[in-house]
Structures are given as structure tokens and as C-alpha cells.
């Protein structure tokens, strides 16, 4: 109440010090963007939704000619600056941005593409995340200086108020740093449209996870050809309970290709049968099971096939 | 936006009424400097430094697996986020560290004269420590000679790796509507690693790796018209490509080799061109040639005439797309991609394989050609509803050598239909529903044949009983639904759920069905302007069937009847599950002006099983594996109180709880006698106390 009162005494006293009706139409000054007087005469920092922190972030560079003013992104807004006699209730800006906005989803994208299109953003229109209505305002905080899907520690959090399936994998035994900032969506993912698929940042699956781990790219002396079409078949990046993000564990996961003939059809077990990688029994199911022996599984530049290790065992 | 809550609009409020006073231009000039002070406040960039120290109450391999927070002891919190734009030019500065104290170090430094240029230099590290902590006598661990059991008495060694990175960057925007970025990226990553080799001797791969990136993009922007051209350069180095192990039980298999060097080079274009408001194309094209010719670890059979592989690989890559709205309300989609993945390296017959045999000495090139297609349209409905049918296509054709030692076929295709209908503009509840059918078929399967003496292809058929899970014939329904419902002003609910069956056609060993299914719930609830209340629940259930035999013969057509199916060598079946529970709770708050506080509890359970059966009837009897449990349970408390405008203390305290019951590594010992232990409970508390400064 006391606040209240203090704002309400306040603003007598700036009546009577600026001469009543005269301080009104005084000339206000732009206080975050070049133009933005007409909005932030009424607009400000006590808003629901404050507007004056734009002036801290790049769009604020009032140096930069380039940089828009409130009505660039949220259109002229006449009705709204300048309520009709007629109306009950204030009509909103010509284009809003809030979560309630009826303003249709490809309109509000098109304020931004205006200026943010081409480079990375080339595919925007027909990447999923367009087609399935999603508005850069779902993901981008415009008026913060700490836009949280831009900061990698973050970041996850935005793409996980719709990818729920990813937030439960990364909480898996097995996963890559993502809850630490060291590897993020936008490590892998263009969210912004990409020519290959998944709207990874390179052009397919395998030249994605190369970026980081180009020790598996080869080609080979021999090759593992699940390997060489799709890192994906044989491990979720995103986590799994299974040691080096594989989807299953093996031998299961070696089974669901291989022919049964000597060892491989061995059912796994943790006692019993016969202890040597050979035959049933714990060989095949302990420790890192198949990958005991067939340690270089993603291929290998060996040469040579004296001990029959040409399996990717040397 | 930030949302603001109403503690922090009331106060904002005041000093902004001291504004709107002094806004005026009559105010007295104490009112008016105040003015320009909380103007440039609220709209200059922030920056803050925060100090302070964190203590680990445990050794551990979990809570500080990429932190490297492990150990039992002190640790220094340090960060900075320093921002400062000089308003005249409009030149930001910037330098960014945190976690500045730990191995995870981050630290970037950078300036931009904006709107003409701008460069960076970033360094990061990433280290990972592995859960398993193995107990040996292996000496020489981190080099390229190890002797198993080379030491007198076993030791514990620590598995670590650490990226260490830096990034270069420098953007210059030209003059007619052209720009240039240019990134580059040098990684060093050195470590150990689990490895291992026949016998079953232990190993530790001994990683030593050099990675070098190099992009250079022009770009070229206009309101019609959208071009981006470059370089994308990788070269990969590996220090330690061999590794020489003596001793053990399996000594005959030295040297190993490791991963050898790789380089690659690349040529874009894309583009993309407004045809009007509602119709815009895009395209991109690009070719990579990629080689690998690392000095062999060991010399080749006599005959052969190489030294290196000479691997080469080139890849064209095309796209074209297109989107339309041609009437009010409907919006069309195309879009075509192709790969052409040419495996160019020699084939050379490197040995002589013992005949018959699933394999030949050649090399094995492997090409794949992809084209992938997608259609879209879709059209609004009633009820605020849009409508969507696409249709997805994707042929995939792989090459394959004369021996193979797997089932194959060269070419599959894969149809998938999608209905959905979206309804995103209401106030209150919002949400989609789509299936998805699809089928996965293609051409005939190949027979595999026995190689002969002389590394031809015999006519003693080889074995062809699975059909590969990439390759195989499926059929899948998928469901989708999803919501977001805000029943009253205070409560948002939001609803994922997704199921999906696989039925897998052809043989009866490999996998024969599988399963999916998804069920996120989430919850905010606005308790009162200054506190919120959120809370979600996920649950995911996958299961896959999967049937095979031991010992079939090695000779067939693809018969079950090549499996003994004896009670001592039955056919088996595993019915995989995976099933996994994750809750979160959060509240946050402020009770007072300047004290903000925040709790969040993680719980995480996922199970395996493997359900197998029939065991074989053998001595001793082998015993089915046991499901897998694994639990985490993370409680963190923060609180945040400014001491001034801008200063101020924050605390924190977690705790992390893990615990498996996982099989893979208890009892089991290598013919050496390293054991590995995988340090299945985890109790770590944190308490971290750090002060800041905002500037």
C-alpha cells in the first residue's frame, strides 16, 4: 500500500513541476531503441513482460544501423498506440509475441526472418520445427540480455519443454555431458533447418558424430559395414543404461545381425557353460561381452590376418 | 521475456515513477541524473564475477564424471561473465569463464564491432572419467608398449580422458550484402580407455588424439535471395595408431592396431530464394573427398604392394526443397535429398583367409547411395485445428563384397505415411495427434556363399538364417499425442505420450517384434507471484524380441533346421526390455526482496531385462543373466541473497545417490588377473558457497 501511495504522490509531483498538460506533450526520448519513445511511454521495466532489457542485448546496438525498433518486430500497432473511441479494451500490437497471441505463427516468424534469414537459417522454412508451428519466440528470449536457449548450460532446458523423450535419455546411467554444458543440442542439432536429416548440423548422421569423434571415420582394411552407414543403428546419442551409449548391450545387439553359426548364437549367461569367449556361457555376456576380442569393432587398419583376427580383433 | 513476479514489478515500478517524473523535463536535476542512471542500468549490459569455494564429501566416478569433481577435497568456483558494449561505436567486449576452477574449464574471449566485425578465441576442456576403475598388474598404460602384468602387484588405475579445445572465430560483414565467417578448431584429446584383447588379456587404449577443423563460409543475403558457399576441412591425427602388448594369453595378437589417421575436405553451396511471400525454394550441394594413408602398423603379406591403406571416400550430396502456401490456408512441402557415398579406396587382396570361410583377404569399400523424399500438406480445419498428411520415402542402396559373413540385400525402401492434426492458437488447451505407418522392404535378399582356397566365391552356401535389423523387413505403427492444457490462470499441465510397434518380416532367428512407448506428464503450478511449484513424471518402455540359436550349422539356405534345437543347444529367445522412471520436483521462490531460494529433486530408475529362454540343458548349467537395475537420486538446494545492488552470496548443496546392481563386471576376471570394479553405489554430498559481484 505504501508503495502504492509513494507512486501515486510521485506522480502528482511530476504534474505540478512539469506544468500540468504542458509536460505531457513535452518530446519524450528513446530510452532502449532508436524510436521506441512512442511504446516506452507507456511501456517499461514495471511490466508484466519488461521491455527495457532489450537495450542490453545485440538488437539495443543502437550503433549498428542495422538494429530494429519495437514497431520493426511488433508491427505499426495504430489501434493500440491510439485506442478507438469504440473500443472496451486496448487492441494488441499489430503482431504479439506471448504465449496467448492469436497472431498466426508464421507471421511472428516473419518479423524475425525479415532481418534473420540466410547463413544457418536457410532451411528454417522447411525444418520440422517450422512445419510443426514453432515460433522463434518459443525458443528465443528477445528482450533478455541472457537469451537461455543461446547459453549451452542452458539450452537443454529449452529444448525439453517439447523433446520430453531426450530429457528422460540424458538422465540415463550412460550419456554425454549435456546436464554439464559441454555438449549441447545445437553441438549436433541446426534447430534452424538443415539440408540433411534430423536437422543435424552436417549433412548426415555419421558426419555429425565424426565432428567429435573422426577417429571412427576411417575407411578401413576392414570395415564394419552397420558402421559405416549410420552410427545411429547401433547407439542412441542421446543415453541409454548401456556402457558407450549402445541401444542394447551385447551380444544381444551383435545378434540382431549376425548368423548364429560357431560362438555368436551363444546365449548369454553369468555362470555356467563354458567360460571361454567360444561357446555358451559367461564369455560372451561378461565384462565388455563381444567386444572382449572384437575390440576394434568400428574397423580396423590392420593388414594382416595371422591368428584369424581379421574380425576386428587386431 | 522474462516473466516478472509482482514483488519485482512493484519495486521497478517505483524507481520508474522517479523516471516519469524526471521524463518530463522540469524535474529537479537530482531527479533527472537518477533518471539517466536507472535507464542505463536497465538497458546496459550486465557482467559478473562470482568467487567461491565447493567441497566433495566423497571419492567418486559419477557425480563428477565430466566435471572432474572426484575426488574428496576442495574445489575453487570460480566465474566470470563479463559483457561491455561501448554504446558510441557499438564494439562489444566480452569474456566469458566458468567453471574456471575445475578441469571442465571454459573460457572465451571476444570482440565485435557490430554490424562490420568480430573474432573469438575460446578454450574449453571436457574431461570424462569412467564409472570402471580397473585393478592390474599392467605396466606401460599410457603407451604404446604395454606388458600385461609387468608389475609385481596389482594397482588401481583411474580411466580418464580429456578433450582440451580451442576455437578460433572471425566474421566480417562486406559490403553488398556479403558476409565472411571463418572458424577454426584444434582438439587434443588424450586418455585411457578400456580395451582388451583376445585371450582375454586386459589393455588400456592410450589415447593420444589431434583433431584440426577448418570452415570458411561466405555468405550472400538479400531480401529474394540466399547464398552460403564454403570450406569444410578436418584432419585427424592419431599419435599412437599401434600398440605393441607382451605377455598374457594372447600374444600372438601384437601389434594392434588403433585408429588411424583421416583427413577430409569439403565444398558447399546452399541457398534459398523467396519466389514470393508464400513460395520459397532451397537447395544445397556438396562434395567431400576424404582419405585415409596411415603407414600400415605392420608390414603386409609379401605380395602386397602397399605401405597404407590409400582410402578414399567421395561424397556428393544434393538437396532441393520447396515450401508453399498457394491458397489461404493450405501449406504445401517438398523436399528431396540424395547422398552418393563413394568408397573409391583400392581393393587389393591383403591375405590368404583359410577356405572355406565367411570372409576373403580383400578389403571391403563400402558405398551407399541415399535418396530421401518428403511430402507435406496440410490445411486447417474446424475447431482451430490444422490438419497435416506427408508422406516419407527413403531408398537406400549399399554395395557388398562377393564373401559376406551376414545376410544382406543391397537395396531397402521405406514408405512411412503421416496424418496429424495440430491445434496450437488456443488459450486454454493446445495439442497434436498423429500416426505414422510405415513400411521397410527391398530387393531380394542376397545368398551368401563360402570362399574358396584361392579367395573366390564358392557354390557351398554360407550361412543365412538373420536378417540384419537395418536391413530387415518392418512394418511400425507409430501413435503421437501430445498437450498443453491451462485448466485455470495459475496451473499449466502439459502431455507427451508416444507408442510405436515394429514387426519385423522373414526369418525366424533376429529380431522379430519390438516396442515403444513414451508418457511424459508436466506440471507448473504459480503458488503465488513470489513461489512456483513444478513437477514432471516420465516413463519409457522399449522392448525388442529376439530369437537365435548356438552352433548352427555353417553350411545353409536359411533353413531353422540348420539350428541343432537340442536340448542342449535349443533356440532361444531374449524378450529385451529396457523400462525407465524419471520424476522431477522444483520449487523456487523469493520470500524476501533480496533472497531467493530454490529446491529441485531428480529421481531416475531405469531397469533392464532380458527374459531368456529355453536355457540350454548343459554342465554346468549356465544361468540366465538377472535383470539390471540402476538408481540416481539428486537433491540440489540453492539460495541467492544480494547484499547490495550489486553484490551478493549464493550457496548450494546436492546430493548425488547412485546404485546398480549390474552383473557386467562382478566375478569376472581377466586370464590376467585384472578385475574391474564398477563402483556400483555412489553417496556424494556438495556444498558449494560462492560470492558475486555484478559490474
Not at chain 2, 540348420?562 to 520424476?583: D, E, K, M, Y
Request: charged residues 20%; positive net charge.
Amino acid at each position: 500500500v505504501s508503495t502504492s501511495l509513494l507512486r501515486f504522490l510521485l506522480f502528482i509531483a511530476s504534474f505540478l513541476l512539469a506544468g500540468g498538460a504542458a509536460a505531457q506533450q513535452a518530446e519524450r526520448k528513446d530510452l532502449a531503441l532508436t524510436g521506441d519513445a512512442k511504446c516506452t511511454r507507456c511501456h517499461d521495466e514495471s511490466e508484466e513482460y519488461p521491455v527495457l532489457a532489450i537495450g542490453k542485448t545485440k538488437h539495443g546496438t543502437r550503433a549498428d544501423a542495422r538494429t530494429p525498433t519495437c514497431t520493426s518486430c511488433h508491427g505499426m500497432s495504430d489501434t493500440h498506440i491510439n485506442k478507438p473511441a469504440d473500443a472496451t479494451e486496448r487492441p494488441r500490437p499489430t503482431v504479439s509475441f506471448g504465449r496467448k497471441s492469436a497472431v498466426p505463427i508464421e507471421v511472428r516468424n516473419q518479423a524475425c526472418l525479415t532481418c534473420h534469414q540466410g547463413g544457418k537459417r536457410i532451411h528454417w522454412q522447411n525444418s520440422t520445427h517450422a512445419t510443426r508451428d514453432v515460433a522463434c519466440s518459443s525458443c528465443h528470449q528477445v528482450h533478455a540480455q541472457h537469451d537461455a536457449v543461446r547459453d549451452k548450460f542452458t539450452q537443454p532446458q529449452v529444448c525439453f519443454a517439447c523433446h520430453k523423450e531426450q530429457r528422460a535419455e540424458i538422465n540415463r546411467p550412460v550419456r554425454h555431458p549435456v546436464q554439464e554444458g559441454k555438449v549441447v543440442c545445437s553441438d549436433c542439432h541446426n534447430p534452424h533447418g538443415s539440408a540433411g536429416e534430423k536437422l543435424l548440423v552436417r549433412d548426415s548422421v555419421n558426419d555429425t558424430c565424426y565432428v567429435c569423434h573422426m577417429e571412427k571415420r576411417g575407411p578401413f582394411v576392414r570395415t564394419h559395414q552397420p558402421v559405416q552407414e549410420n552410427c545411429a543403428i547401433c547407439h542412441n546419442p542421446h543415453g541409454t543404461v548401456n556402457d558407450n551409449l549402445l541401444r542394447y548391450r551385447a551380444p544381444w545387439l551383435c545378434q540382431q545381425c549376425h548368423e548364429p553359426t560357431s560362438h555368436r548364437g551363444a546365449i548369454a549367461g553369468v555362470t555356467g557353460g563354458a567360460a571361454s569367449s567360444n561357446s555358451s556361457g559367461i564369455g560372451v555376456t561378461m565384462a565388455r561381452s563381444c567386444l572382449n576380442c572384437h575390440t576394434n569393432i568400428h574397423g580396423t587398419n590392420n593388414p594382416k590376418d595371422v591368428t584369424n583376427e581379421r574380425t576386428f580383433r587386431r | 521475456m522474462n516473466a516478472r513476479s509482482g514483488a519485482e514489478r512493484r519495486a521497478v515500478a517505483l524507481k520508474l515513477t522517479v523516471i516519469a517524473a524526471a521524463l518530463a523535463g522540469f524535474g529537479p536535476p537530482a531527479l533527472a541524473d537518477e533518471r539517466d542512471e536507472e535507464i542505463a542500468r536497465l538497458t546496459r549490459p550486465d557482467s559478473q564475477v562470482s568467487v567461491g569455494v565447493g567441497a566433495v564429501s566423497d571419492d567418486n566416478t559419477r557425480f563428477g564424471q565430466y566435471s572432474g569433481m572426484v575426488d574428496k577435497k576442495l574445489y575453487l568456483l570460480l566465474d566470470i561473465d563479463m559483457t561491455k558494449r561501448e554504446d558510441a561505436s557499438g564494439t562489444w567486449t566480452t569474456l566469458q569463464g566458468h567453471n574456471l576452477g575445475l578441469e571442465s574449464r571454459d573460457l572465451r574471449f571476444g570482440q565485435q564491432r557490430q554490424g562490420n566485425w568480430g573474432y573469438f578465441i575460446d578454450y574449453s576442456a571436457i574431461p570424462r572419467y569412467s564409472p570402471y576403475t580397473p585393478i592390474t598388474r599392467l605396466a606401460g598404460e599410457d603407451s604404446q608398449s604395454q606388458v600385461v602384468n609387468g608389475l609385481p602387484t596389482p594397482r588401481a588405475l583411474q580411466m580418464e580422458t580429456i578433450r582440451q579445445r580451442v576455437d578460433l572465430g572471425f566474421d566480417k560483414l562486406l559490403p553488398s550484402n556479403f558476409e565472411m565467417q571463418v572458424r577454426a578448431r584444434s582438439e587434443e584429446k588424450t586418455g585411457r580407455r578400456l580395451f582388451g584383447r583376445s585371450g582375454v588379456d586386459f589393455l588400456v587404449d592410450p589415447i593420444d588424439y589431434s583433431t584440426q577443423i577448418l570452415e570458411a563460409t561466405a555468405n550472400y543475403t538479400t531480401e529474394r535471395l540466399q547464398l552460403s558457399g564454403g570450406f569444410y576441412g578436418t584432419n585427424f591425427v592419431n599419435s599412437k595408431a599401434k600398440l605393441d602388448a607382451t605377455g598374457g594369453t594372447g600374444s600372438s595378437f601384437s601389434p594392434i592396431a588403433l585408429p588411424p589417421g583421416n583427413q577430409s575436405q569439403q565444398f558447399n553451396l546452399a541457398g534459398g530464394y523467396n519466389f514470393s511471400q508464400t513460395t520459397r525454394a532451397t537447395f544445397k550441394a556438396a562434395y567431400t573427398h576424404q582419405t585415409q594413408d596411415e603407414q600400415f602398423m605392420d608390414t603386409p603379406a609379401s605380395g602386397v604392394n602397399r605401405s597404407s591403406l590409400g582410402g578414399e571416400v567421395n561424397t556428393l550430396f544434393l538437396q532441393g526443397g520447396i515450401t508453399a502456401r498457394p491458397i489461404r490456408g493450405l501449406t504445401l512441402l517438398a523436399n528431396v535429398r540424395h547422398e552418393d557415398r563413394h568408397d573409391a579406396t583400392p581393393i587389393v587382396d591383403y591375405f590368404v583367409v583359410s577356405a572355406p570361410s565367411t570372409a576373403t583377404g580383400e578389403n571391403e569399400p563400402r558405398s551407399i547411395r541415399t535418396t530421401a523424399a518428403k511430402f507435406e500438406a496440410s490445411y486447417p480445419l474446424p475447431w482451430q485445428i490444422r490438419g497435416t498428411a506427408a508422406l516419407d520415402y527413403e531408398q537406400k542402396w549399399r554395395n557388398t563384397s562377393s564373401v559376406r559373413v551376414v545376410s544382406y540385400r543391397e537395396k531397402t525402401e521405406e514408405t512411412a505415411l503421416r496424418l496429424e492434426g495440430r491445434r496450437t492458437l488456443a488459450e486454454t488447451l493446445n495439442g497434436s495427434l498423429a500416426l505414422i505407418v510405415a513400411d521397410r522392404g527391398g530387393s531380394d535378399w542376397l545368398t551368401n556363399f563360402q570362399s574358396t582356397p584361392s579367395g573366390g566365391v564358392s557354390t557351398t552356401p554360407g550361412s543365412n538364417l538373420v536378417h540384419p535389423l537395418h536391413l530387415a523387413d518392418r512394418h511400425r505403427n507409430k501413435l503421437r499425442a501430445t498437450a498443453t492444457w491451462t485448466p485455470m490462470e495459475r496451473l499449466d499441465l502439459q502431455f507427451v505420450g508416444d507408442v510405436a510397434k515394429d514387426t519385423y518380416g522373414g526369418r525366424t532367428l533376429g529380431l522379430d517384434k519390438g516396442s515403444a512407448a513414451f508418457l511424459s506428464v508436466d506440471g507448473a503450478y504459480r503458488l503465488s507471484d513470489a513461489w512456483q511449484l513444478t513437477a514432471w513424471l516420465s516413463r519409457d518402455d522399449t522392448k525388442a524380441d529376439l530369437h537365435s540359436c548356438a552352433s548352427a550349422a555353417s553350411s545353409n539356405l536359411g533353413d531353422i533346421s540348420a539350428c541343432p534345437n537340442s536340448p542342449a543347444s535349443p533356440i532361444w529367445s531374449a524378450n529385451l526390455r529396457n523400462v525407465g522412471n524419471t520424476l522431477g520436483i522444483g520449487v523456487k521462490g523469493r520470500p524476501t526482496g533480496p533472497l531467493q531460494l530454490a529446491a529441485d529433486l531428480q529421481i531416475s530408475k531405469q531397469r533392464g531385462e532380458f527374459n531368456q529362454g529355453p536355457m540350454p540343458v548343459v554342465t554346468p548349467a549356465v544361468t540366465a543373466v538377472p535383470d539390471v537395475n540402476y538408481s540416481r537420486k539428486i537433491l540440489r538446494l540453492s539460495g541467492d541473497y544480494a547484499l547490495t545492488k550489486r553484490s551478493g552470496v549464493r550457496a548450494q548443496f546436492i546430493q548425488d545417490r547412485f546404485h546398480t546392481d549390474d552383473y557386467t563386471w562382478a566375478g569376472w576376471t581377466y586370464s590376467d588377473g585384472t578385475t574391474v570394479n564398477p563402483n556400483s553405489d555412489q553417496r556424494v554430498n556438495f556444498i558449494g558457497v560462492s560470492g558475486y559481484y555484478n559490474f
